[in-house]
Structure formats: C-alpha cells, structure tokens
C-alpha cells in the first residue's frame, strides 16, 4: 500500500542493515560492509570499507543528515559532504 504524504513527512530514516562484503574489485582489503537505510519504501544501500565500529558511525552519521535534511524548514540545500577519496595504488 503506498504511504501517505503525512506519514511520510513524519518518519525518519533507519538503518536497516550492516553486513559484511567481499572487497570490490581486487582489491586485498577485508575490512568492506554493505549498509542498507530505509524511509518506507524507499532504501539506500551503502557501501564503506572500515571497522564495524567506524562503519556505523558513519552510517549514523548518514542518516542524521538525511533526517535533518528531510526537517529543514528552509528547504534549501543542505551540504552533504562527500566520503574521503579512495587513492589507487600502483
């Protein structure tokens, strides 16, 4: 069933899951996890290489923006910053 306008405006977006990924790639790297956020229907998959810890916390971090940006009175734009460049190794 399709959500309404209200309750839409009135959920916040959760996490859903945090799961470990084999690296992209070939990439030698272990330490890789999937996260999936929702708002009603609507889902986000993540991807973000880190401790389990550090992983959450971004991912925490993700959703606060989200929730903030989605409250905003303003309804401009909000600045979202972008994840830290992955460097290629020769």
Known sequence: MPMSFDAAQTEDYKLISVERMPPPGEEPAKDWYRYRIALGPNKIVGYRRG???AVKEHVAGVIAQL?????SKSRGRVHLPRSEKRTKTA
């Open 51 to 53: 401790s389990l810890k």
């Open 67 to 71: 929730n903030e940006r989605r409250s």
